[in-house]
């Protein structure tokens, strides 16, 4: 017969695994090529997509082309938040050992990368994300960059092409005309 306390016990240890996730879940984009994580970045969403930006980001890659073509950058969906108190934060001093600050990284990449395997965006114990916006450091500045370089131009109509060599007749009712390319009046110049 098992007793309750195996299962408060087991309860415990499930509780912890499940805090310990998000870090494997990071270590394990680390082994990752590059193209897997560009075709993950085209359907991830919520933490696992700022995970996959932020892994992305520390290997410089910041725009992605997978073997099917499709096209993505890093801050297409996530740029908006740069600068939004998504997250509350507090001020209080933090009480990690072994605290981390901005400079302890090489890039803005890295440190988003460490933000996220430690608790970011819903918690913070390093202070890396100080406005709340889910963004440790400076890489809200990096997803702006991106999306600033690789957004896609918005398509405009262009206005129709107009002949400088046509020349406009007057009928014998005061209407305007010009002769199109097939011989054809066309009425409206």
Same mark, same amino acid.
């Given at each position: ?21 998000? /870090? %494997? ?27 996959? @930006? /932020?892994?992305? !980001?520390? +290997? ?16 297409? +969906?996530? @740029? ?14 933090? %009480? ?62 262009? /206005? ?13 009712? !005061? ?15």
């Amino acid at each position: 017969m098992i007793s309750g306390k195996f299962f408060v016990v087991l309860g415990a240890i499930v509780a912890l695994a499940s805090c310990d996730a998000p /870090a %494997s879940r990071s270590a394990s984009l680390s082994t990752q090529s590059t193209a897997s994580l560009c075709t993950q970045h085209l359907s991830a969403t919520g933490v696992n997509l700022l995970e996959v @930006e /932020a892994e992305l !980001g520390a +290997r410089g890659v910041l725009q992605c082309t997978t073997t099917y073509g499709s096209k993505s950058y890093v801050g297409a +969906r996530t @740029e908006a938040t740069v600068g939004r108190a998504l997250y509350s934060r507090s001020q209080a001093a933090s %009480s990690v050992r072994d605290d981390k600050n901005c400079s302890d990284f090489a890039s803005a990449g890295e440190a988003q990368r460490f933000f996220i395997a430690n608790g970011g965006p819903n918690r913070d114990p390093h202070g890396l994300d100080g406005d709340g916006d889910g963004n440790a450091c400076e890489w809200g500045k990096e997803l702006k960059t991106s999306a600033k370089r690789y957004k896609p131009a918005p398509v405009r109509a262009s /206005a129709p092409r107009r002949s400088s060599s046509r020349t406009c007749y007057t009928g014998p009712r !005061g209407g305007r005309y010009y002769y199109s390319a097939s011989g054809n009046k066309v009425y409206g110049c």
